[in-house]
């Protein structure tokens, strides 16, 4: 976090202390929205509102959806300002921006439409039913147009994105059962729910929204009524129906489709709302409607829902999208590039480089999506070809950040020495005392596990010890952490802190 508290307090809080503890501010400025708006509220709108830096005056806030974000802006900048000005006076305007966000602005067709609406209970027009299904007026996410269906009436899913079709996803063997699945389910006509719900899980970037979206594209264009929702947007729809009272108009209305997609069902949280999810899960199965699912882990660790909805989310078919393997890589890579090629014509890229990206980028699809546009933008500026060696430069930093962190001998004696109030001297000595040894060997431990430096090496780095010195103390570490879960976290605590 970067933190600009000196600069320009001007008049303001003029103490001599430039600026308070903006951190230690902000700590206090969650823990007051927390007791003020209630657990489910915060918990649905501020858990991932984060700082990230204070300068000039401006606090500038980051969500992870751009979804979070209108609905922060309209809903709740006024409290949130006034509530930070209460712990720090010389903030005077709050920003919200989205983490890492990428992704080019899609264009909003219905931002110029006018929306004289300040929060949900002032909408003018609309029904209660409509209310309970619309976003807000400031949102700028596409209305969907249900293909069939009553009279007109908008359902506001999140809109699909058109470049993600099962056309442009790549088969390959981690992902085959998935992609057979959701394309099984998509061109289902008339034989009823399959699989209900599919519930697909993968780490990040293996192409679970993909998926979706694909499915999402094929059920429309069979004729079927889709809806697809992110669990931010569930949340809202059921946070604004409760409050407009239609919450049965706003069930009533999701049974009134053929398919329920629902994306990242890992951050649905807040008890009213996985109640009402459950409800909800149970109306659509229970009435033969299609539902998919996805998450970033299995229905088995989702540990802010209950065990129902658990169990209901687990009880029709679970399917895991694996890592890519490299030959999925290179393909999915050479789509891209392919996909890119059409409105950059002179946009040329080697097999040599090809290969060496699909090799060099081994952790997910979004990380290889963001290669091609480095390529791309490194092709444009400097009108020179690509070769591997520009390559390299080009995506150093997409390599660099998945490698394991080399950790260095020394860096663990320090940690582990704070950490146990000794002095790194003391571990290198010959001192025998419990107070010394026990730090001493889980310092050999980790030098063992977490670099690639041999026995001997590790001995003679520990104050010139003899290599079954350092044997014994990895060998009884392992013993104790297998009995111990109190060491045994400790000891992963300690990894995790060298290694990032
Ligand atoms: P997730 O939702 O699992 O985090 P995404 O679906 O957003 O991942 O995928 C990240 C990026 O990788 C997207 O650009 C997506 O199109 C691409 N991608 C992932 N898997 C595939 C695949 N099998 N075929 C084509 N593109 C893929
Ligand atoms: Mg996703």
Same mark, same amino acid.
């Given at each position: 976090?970067?933190?600009?508290?000196?600069?320009?307090?001007?008049?303001?809080?003029?103490?001599?202390?430039?600026?308070?503890?903006?951190?230690?501010?902000?700590?206090?400025?969650?823990?007051?929205?927390?007791?003020?708006?209630?657990?489910?509220?915060?918990?649905?709108?501020?858990?991932?509102?984060?700082?990230?830096?204070?300068?000039?005056?401006?606090?500038?806030?980051?969500?992870?959806?751009?979804?979070?974000?209108?609905?922060?802006?309209?809903?709740?900048?006024?409290?949130?300002?006034?509530?930070?000005?209460?712990?720090?006076?010389?903030?005077?305007?709050?920003?919200?921006?989205?983490?890492?966000?990428?992704?080019?602005?899609?264009? =909003? +067709?219905?931002?110029?439409?006018?929306?004289?609406? *300040?929060?949900?209970?002032? @909408?003018?027009? %609309?029904? /209660?039913?409509? &209310?309970?299904?619309?976003?807000?007026?400031?949102?700028?996410?596409?209305?969907?147009?249900?293909?069939?269906?009553?009279?007109?009436?908008?359902?506001?899913? =999140? +809109?699909?994105?058109?470049?993600?079709?099962?056309? *442009?996803?790549?088969?390959? @063997?981690?992902? %085959?059962? /998935?992609?057979? &699945?959701?394309?099984?389910?998509?061109?289902?006509?008339?034989?009823?729910?399959?699989?209900?719900?599919?519930?697909?899980?993968?780490?990040?970037?293996?192409?679970?929204?993909?998926?979706?979206?694909?499915?999402?594209?094929?059920?429309?264009?069979?004729?079927?009524?889709?809806?697809?929702?992110? &669990?931010?947007?569930?949340?809202?729809?059921?946070?604004?129906?409760?409050?407009?009272?239609?919450?049965?108009?706003?069930?009533?209305?999701?049974?009134?489709?053929?398919?329920?997609?629902?994306?990242?069902?890992?951050?649905?949280?807040?008890?009213?709302?996985?109640?009402?999810?459950?409800?909800?899960?149970?109306?659509?199965?229970?009435?033969?409607?299609?539902?998919?699912?996805?998450?970033?882990?299995?229905?088995?660790?989702?540990?802010?829902?209950?065990?129902?909805?658990?169990?209901?989310?687990?009880?029709?078919?679970?399917?895991?999208?694996?890592?890519?393997?490299?030959?999925?890589?290179?393909?999915?890579?050479?789509?891209?590039?392919?996909?890119?090629?059409?409105?950059?014509?002179?946009?040329?890229?080697?097999?040599?480089?090809?290969?060496?990206?699909?090799?060099?980028?081994?952790?997910?699809?979004?990380?290889?999506?963001?290669?091609?546009?480095?390529?791309?933008?490194?092709?444009?500026?400097?009108?020179?070809?690509?070769?591997?060696?520009?390559?390299?430069?080009?995506?150093?930093?997409?390599?660099?950040?998945?490698?394991?962190?080399?950790?260095?001998?020394?860096?663990?004696?320090?940690?582990?020495?704070?950490?146990?109030?000794?002095?790194?001297?003391?571990?290198?000595?010959?001192?025998?005392?419990?107070?010394?040894?026990?730090?001493?060997?889980?310092?050999?431990?980790?030098?063992?596990?977490?670099?690639?430096?041999?026995?001997?090496?590790?001995?003679?780095?520990?104050?010139?010890?003899?290599?079954?010195?350092?044997?014994?103390?990895?060998?009884?570490?392992?013993?104790?952490?297998?009995?111990?879960?109190?060491?045994?976290?400790?000891?992963?605590?300690?990894?995790?802190?060298?290694?990032?």
């Amino acid at each position: 976090m970067h933190l600009d508290g000196s600069t320009a307090d001007g008049g303001n809080g003029g103490d001599g202390r430039g600026g308070v503890d903006v951190s230690a501010a902000w700590g206090r400025v969650k823990r007051r929205l927390r007791a003020e708006l209630g657990e489910d509220v915060f918990a649905s709108w501020f858990a991932r509102l984060e700082l990230e830096e204070v300068s000039g005056g401006v606090a500038r806030l980051t969500v992870p959806t751009r979804f979070l974000k209108s609905w922060i802006e309209s809903h709740y900048i006024d409290r949130v300002l006034t509530t930070f000005r209460a712990e720090a006076e010389n903030i005077g305007r709050i920003e919200v921006g989205v983490r890492g966000a990428s992704a080019p602005a899609r264009p =909003a +067709p219905s931002a110029g439409k006018p929306s004289p609406t *300040s929060g949900p209970l002032t @909408r003018l027009h %609309a029904t /209660a039913t409509q &209310a309970a299904l619309q976003g807000p007026g400031p949102m700028v996410e596409t209305e969907i147009a249900v293909p069939r269906g009553d009279a007109g009436v908008d359902l506001n899913g =999140a +809109p699909l994105d058109a470049r993600l079709t099962f056309a *442009s996803f790549v088969v390959g @063997r981690s992902n %085959a059962l /998935a992609h057979a &699945a959701a394309e099984r389910i998509a061109r289902n006509d008339g034989e009823g729910a399959l699989y209900n719900p599919l519930y697909v899980h993968a780490g990040v970037g293996l192409g679970k929204t993909h998926l979706l979206h694909a499915a999402g594209h094929a059920a429309r264009e069979a004729g079927r009524r889709v809806i697809y929702l992110t &669990a931010d947007r569930f949340m809202y729809g059921f946070v604004n129906a409760l409050k407009t009272q239609s919450a049965l108009a706003f069930k009533e209305k999701l049974r009134a489709i053929d398919l329920l997609i629902l994306d990242d069902v890992q951050f649905i949280q807040g008890k009213s709302i996985q109640t009402e999810f459950g409800h909800t899960l149970n109306a659509l199965i229970d009435s033969g409607r299609q539902v998919v699912v996805a998450s970033d882990r299995p229905p088995t660790e989702l540990e802010t829902l209950d065990e129902r909805v658990r169990s209901r989310l687990a009880g029709g078919l679970v399917v895991e999208i694996g890592n890519l393997d490299e030959g999925l890589r290179t393909s999915i890579l050479s789509a891209r590039l392919a996909a890119v090629r059409q409105s950059h014509p002179n946009f040329e890229v080697s097999p040599q480089v090809s290969a060496y990206v699909a090799r060099a980028i081994t952790a997910n699809g979004r990380d290889l999506e963001g290669a091609v546009n480095r390529l791309l933008a490194h092709a444009t500026l400097t009108g020179a070809p690509v070769t591997v060696e520009t390559a390299e430069s080009a995506i150093r930093d997409l390599v660099k950040n998945r490698e394991p962190k080399r950790v260095k001998i020394e860096d663990i004696q320090k940690l582990v020495a704070s950490r146990y109030n000794v002095s790194r001297s003391d571990i290198l000595s010959e001192r025998r005392t419990a107070a010394v040894v026990k730090p001493r060997q889980i310092a050999m431990y980790l030098s063992k596990v977490l670099t690639l430096r041999s026995l001997p090496e590790i001995g003679r780095r520990f104050g010139g010890r003899d290599h079954t010195t350092v044997l014994h103390a990895v060998r009884k570490i392992e013993k104790q952490i297998g009995e111990d879960a109190v060491l045994g976290d400790e000891v992963e605590l300690l990894k995790r802190m060298l290694q990032d």
